[in-house]
């Protein structure tokens, strides 16, 4: 069918010449106008035509039903080739604008060491990743394993801090030539309902740490995106394992149960880093840093009340570690602002956070239980 259409395109346009030199002897032998018209008309109308059983017959050749070409891009011509880069990046950016990527990527620490040493608890991550800064020094960078890593553990509990630093040790080391890394989470990388959108991330994590939180969602998500992203994922965290580091993230028993479900992930996992929830000691220095850095002073009553809201909101399901204290805080100060606002507190309490700014009567908490 395919030749038929461009034969076709071929033979009609011979016919409509010959009709034209047939309408030309006509006209001279018969001298009429009537026959020389009808023929010339019936001519032109063939070669008009046959152009379009011309392209018809190319786009066959050239596509399949589906639209898709069936030439190579390296066969194309240098216009054919702008026309699908045009079409490629305006889709491109229906699915990952430059705005969102924007937002998805982050600066690397520049003093990985200084804040590494300034974290508060999670001694267990600082060892491993004083080990990991060891082997990074000592190993040969050609002959070393990839440092595809898993960070486990509830929210608030500080993975983000610790992925932005290690990306500075990355960089510091020459692992990644970019001292960046890619925040994401699986709800973020499933929405546009394919494997899509982990493409074109996978694509700009090259040279960079990629951190996909809440990651263990990839395997429940039932229209079978998960598992397509799951398999891109695996296949690149594989053969860029030179250029780029993935860091999984997510609750303890939900990614355990994403590597049984999917053992080839396990394996490419070198590094298990174990973030545990913030004691009482610790979360009262955390409070006292917060305070510190905006220049307040925490009464010792204050501070006693403060940390028992926070023992009571450790008991509720929405207790997210560092940043319930940080929300705890924050509330603070804003009874503390209205109570010197309003004259319940003198001026000269202005940097002073008294037990009066403490409230245990969070409606938000009781509200989430």
Do not use: W
Not at 231 to 248: F, T
Request: proline share 2%; aromatic share 12%; with cysteine.
């Amino acid at each position: 069918m395919k030749g038929f259409k461009y034969a076709l395109g071929i033979i009609f346009p011979v016919i409509g010449v010959l009709l034209f030199f047939v309408a030309f002897f006509v006209f001279l032998s018969s001298k009429t106008y009537i026959m020389p018209i009808i023929l010339i008309t019936v001519g032109a109308l063939l070669i008009i035509f046959s152009k379009n059983f011309r392209i018809k017959a190319r786009q066959d050749y050239e596509f399949d039903k589906y639209g898709n070409s069936k030439k190579k891009y390296s066969s194309l011509s240098q216009e054919d080739r702008k026309v699908i880069d045009m079409a490629i990046m305006a889709e491109n950016q229906t699915i990952l604008s430059e705005a969102e990527f924007s937002s998805m990527l982050h600066p690397g620490s520049k003093n990985p060491d200084k804040e590494l040493n300034d974290l508060i608890g999670l001694e267990n991550v600082k060892e491993t990743v004083e080990k990991l800064k060891a082997q990074m020094q000592f190993n040969d960078r050609k002959n070393s394993k990839a440092f595809h890593m898993c960070f486990l553990g509830n929210p608030g509990t500080g993975k983000t801090t610790v992925a932005k630093i290690l990306t500075g040790i990355l960089y510091k080391n020459k692992y990644i030539k970019k001292n960046e890394y890619i925040c994401t989470d699986s709800a973020t990388i499933m929405s546009a309902h394919d494997s899509r959108k982990m493409k074109l991330i996978l694509n700009k994590a090259h040279n960079r740490v990629l951190f996909i939180d809440e990651a263990y969602a990839l395997a429940y998500d039932t229209s079978g995106a998960g598992q397509q992203i799951l398999a891109m994922l695996l296949n690149e965290m594989e053969n860029s394992r030179d250029n780029m580091i993935v860091i999984l993230a997510g609750y303890k028993n939900e990614m355990k149960m994403l590597f049984q479900l999917n053992e080839g992930l396990a394996s490419r996992i070198n590094t298990y880093l174990f973030f545990e929830d913030y004691d009482q000691a610790e979360m009262g220095e955390i409070l006292k840093g917060l305070a510190t850095k905006d220049g307040y002073l925490i009464e010792s009553d204050a501070f006693e009340m403060l940390i028992n809201v926070l023992l009571y909101k450790k008991c509720l399901p929405s207790f997210a570690n560092g940043r319930t204290v940080r929300k705890t805080y924050e509330k603070t100060l804003q009874n503390h602002y209205y109570n010197l606002s309003s004259g319940k507190l003198d001026k000269s309490y202005r940097f002073t956070i008294t037990k009066e700014d403490v409230s245990d009567n969070d409606l938000e908490d009781k509200y989430l239980v």
